[in-house]
């Protein structure tokens, strides 16, 4: 026997596949590409977002001071009419009109005893509630 | 030699690099100097600078308050209308400085015919304002907002429209005197507008917001509203239908007597409120003319007078509450009677009669009451006077107010007595007098005469006014007692007061006649002052009226031209004021079963009409028969 021992044959021994983690640059690079288009797509909606908030305050802002011009309109008519309606009321434009038509003023009024009492110009309530109004003329109100 | 000369040429230009450096240095520290004031020192004026630049503010006009009648009718309002301005530059070439000549933006001719009829005015009168050397010339000032919108419909060139509120006064000269008016600039010159003003009158508010070049507002930039406050609503006590008798009456009597003004006052008992307050002549607040000057005062609150008999109740009320008299004292009364020197007689002629306080009053005997004032005494009489509220403003502090004249105690002479017992020598306004009569007709509580119910604002509530003064003059049983006298003054032989009785109500007043002062000193010969001061339901009351008609002519006796007057006022407000007659107050079926019989009655003599009428024609036919045959 020599001295030479004899060598076991080599065998090929299977090398294990090295982890994802090992080997990252291929899926650095897409990561990368991800976040930059996301980064770029929420530029754009912001801007666009910003934008079209914008385009709708104005939007409503015209909205806005067209309803203003209405009010505006409806008040001046309101005061109008107001007047008109006092001047159409105006006792002597009334007698006038009535003499016009062949009315003569009454010489012999008479006047109804009324059973039941009605509300007073001025008169509270038993209950403490609020002064009620004339209420033939109940005109003294917030929708005068 | 040129080695020399490059380390030399080296220095010079490191020299240079420094020097330059140091200038840049010097450049930017100025700079950063600059930016530190801009942005640090003086930043806060920078951006108020920026913001004045981009922001324009517009001021927003608080609108006027209303003037309401007692029962919330309208009697002055705000309306905003349209004021029609030209630019005359738009109507002439212009030279520019570089010599080139802009033709007209148009033709004046064309403008101003254009204009004339929609303005009602000549287009001459157009056309030389269109023409005026200015910048701005008024063309038509508070016209109807329609109108303006119409004429800027046309699109003339250079004519322009702004809005401005306008004051308005629906009733015409309904109360004008006591409403007053304001300016074409909203300024409050007369009556309750300059009284009450400071309520009346709204608080400006602004409109800020930003606007692009050209002065166009950004839509979504700033805008800043601080709204403005409208002024106050007044709530007037006055009543306007009885305002507007008063008014028609007073206009009336002055045409019947043709007399140079007539004045009425309209006060509800116990509270001082006045009702109505009228004076004729009148004028249109809208539409006034500088010759109507003198019609615009309030003539029951700026006008004196010396009263007359109306004044004798209270001399009367003197004497009942000093103890000197009661209504039971007789009096020997003469026609004629000499005191202090000077005689003083009774209208009518009649022997001495044995009257009482009550028949004095009602045959309104100048020597009764005369006689009367004798026992009270000057100084219980002019206490008295002074008390009724004469001789000192009544509270109301209307502008122009006057206080009238009672003499003081040292101005007493031998016959101040006897004519201040009658009306003569102390001068009074007719609300005085009024309110006078309301302290009797109250129980003998003067009440300050009031003109404002309360205030109304923006959510609509009425804040009422601080209740008036009230004091007690004379006491209640004196009160009644001259209550009662004035309801006898209205009936009964003599009675002076007779056409002021009004059917199926009891009234109570006294008649008036005074010799009106001259301008000139002493009386004026020949001119007269006719009153009449009545209360009504006399049981009750609750009205006092006040008539007063100066200088009537013709019939100038207060029992003529003024108790008529007094009657048809007083009978107005009765109705008004809802007061029923003491006579009256029939149930339902009566009414009713009244009402028939007059129609039946109607009928009746409708049918007996027809009958005649139809007989007459039938007559007639028949003659003109027997005259053709």
Redo the contacts between chains.
């Keep these: 026997m020599s001295a030479v021992a004899l060598q076991q044959p080599r065998r090929l021994r299977a090398v294990e596949a090295p982890v994802a983690a090992d080997v990252p640059v291929v899926a650095s690079g897409r990561r990368t590409l991800v976040l930059a288009l996301a980064t770029s797509f929420l530029i754009v909606a912001a801007v666009f977002g910003i934008v079209g908030l914008n385009a709708m305050t104005a939007d409503l802002a015209v909205d806005a001071r067209a309803l203003e011009l209405q009010v505006g309109h409806a008040e001046r008519r309101y005061a109008e009419l107001v007047a008109a309606v006092a001047a159409k009321e105006d006792p002597s434009r009334i007698r006038e009109r009535a003499l016009e038509l062949g009315l003569v003023p009454s010489t012999a009024a008479r006047h109804l005893a009324l059973t039941r009492g009605l509300d007073a110009d001025g008169l509270r309530r038993p209950d403490g509630g609020p002064v009620i109004a004339d209420p033939l003329k109940p005109v003294l109100t917030q929708e005068r | 030699m040129s080695r020399w000369r490059l380390e030399d040429h080296a220095r010079l230009s490191l020299r240079r690099i420094r020097a330059a450096f140091a200038l840049f240095l010097l450049v930017s520290a100025l700079a950063v100097a600059q930016l530190v004031d801009i942005q640090v020192l003086s930043a806060a004026e920078h951006t108020e600078r920026g913001v004045r630049q981009r922001t324009r503010e517009i001021d927003l006009a608080g ?1 006027r308050g ?1 003037i ?1 009648d007692r ?5 002055a ?4 209308s349209a004021t029609i301005y030209a630019d005359p530059r738009s109507f002439v070439p212009e030279v520019r400085a570089d010599g080139r000549t802009v033709p007209a933006a148009g033709d004046a001719v064309r403008v101003a015919r254009t204009l004339a009829p929609l303005l009602e005015r000549d287009a001459d009168w157009v056309e030389e304002r269109l023409l005026r050397d200015a910048h701005f010339v008024y063309l038509a000032r508070q016209v109807d ?1 329609r109108l303006g919108e119409d004429i800027m419909a046309l699109r003339l060139p250079g004519i322009g429209m702004l809005t401005e509120p306008k004051r ?1 006064y ?3 000269s ?1 109360a004008a005197q006591v409403i007053g008016f304001t300016g074409i600039d909203g300024d409050a010159l007369q009556g309750l507008e300059a009284r009450h003003d400071d309520l009346l009158r709204g608080t400006p508010g602004t409109l800020r917001f930003e606007r692009a070049i050209g002065g166009l ?1 950004i ?2 930039g700033t ?1 800043e509203v601080a709204p403005p406050v409208p002024g106050r609503d007044l ?1 007037l006590t006055l009543d ?2 009885i305002q ?1 008798a008063a008014e ?1 009456v007073a206009s009336e009597v002055i045409e019947r007597h043709g007399a140079q003004a007539a004045t009425v006052v309209v006060l509800e008992v116990g509270s001082g409120e006045i009702l109505g307050m009228a004076s004729a002549p009148t004028f249109d607040p809208s539409a006034l003319r500088d010759e109507e000057q003198a019609f615009w005062r309030n003539r029951a609150v700026t006008d004196l007078f010396e009263p007359g008999s109306v004044q004798k109740p209270l001399a009367i009320a003197a004497a009942l509450e000093s103890g000197a008299i009661t209504p039971a004292t007789t009096f020997e009364v003469p026609d004629r009677y000499r005191v202090g020197g000077s005689t003083f007689s009774d209208v009518s002629k009649h022997g001495t009669e044995t009257w009482t306080p009550s028949e004095i009053l009602a045959r309104s005997s100048n020597v009764g009451t005369i006689m009367i004032a004798q026992r009270t005494g000057e100084e219980a009489l002019r206490d008295q006077l002074l008390a009724f509220g004469l001789g000192a403003p009544s509270g109301l502090r209307f502008p122009g107010e006057v206080g009238g004249h009672v003499p003081a105690p040292d101005q007493w002479w031998a016959t101040t007595l006897p004519t201040a017992s009658i009306g003569y020598g102390t001068s009074s306004t007719l609300l005085q007098m009024a309110n006078a009569y309301a302290a009797l007709a109250n129980g003998g509580v003067l009440v300050d005469p009031v003109l404002v119910r309360g205030t ?1 604002g923006g ?4 804040e009422a006014t601080a209740p008036p003064a009230a004091r007690r003059v004379v006491s209640e049983v004196t009160a009644a007692q001259v209550i009662d006298m004035l309801g006898q003054a209205m009936d009964g032989d003599g009675a002076t007061g007779t056409r002021a009785r009004i059917p199926g109500y009891r009234i109570g007043g006294k008649t008036g006649t005074a010799i009106k002062v001259s301008a000139s000193g002493g009386y004026a010969e020949g001119e007269y002052v006719s009153t009449f001061v009545g209360v009504a339901p006399l049981e009750d009351p609750r009205i006092v009226v006040a008539v007063m008609v100066d200088d009537p002519q013709g019939d100038y006796y207060g029992g003529l031209v003024a108790a008529p007057a007094f009657r048809e006022v007083m009978h107005a407000s009765l ?1 008004a004021r809802r007061i ?2 003491d006579s ?5 079926a009566q ?1 009713v079963e ?1 009402t028939r019989d007059a129609a039946a009655e109607y009928e009746a003599m409708r049918a007996a009409a027809l009958a005649v009428e139809r007989a007459a024609a039938e007559q007639a036919a028949a003659e003109r028969d027997t005259a053709g045959d």
């Design positions: 609108s209303r309401y029962e919330g009718d309208v009697l309002t705000s309306v905003t907002l308005v629906p009733g015409g309904l507002s839509a979504p805008r709530v306007r239908d507007f028609r109304v959510d609509g509530t009425l109705l029923v007659p009256e107050g029939q149930p339902l009414v009244a």
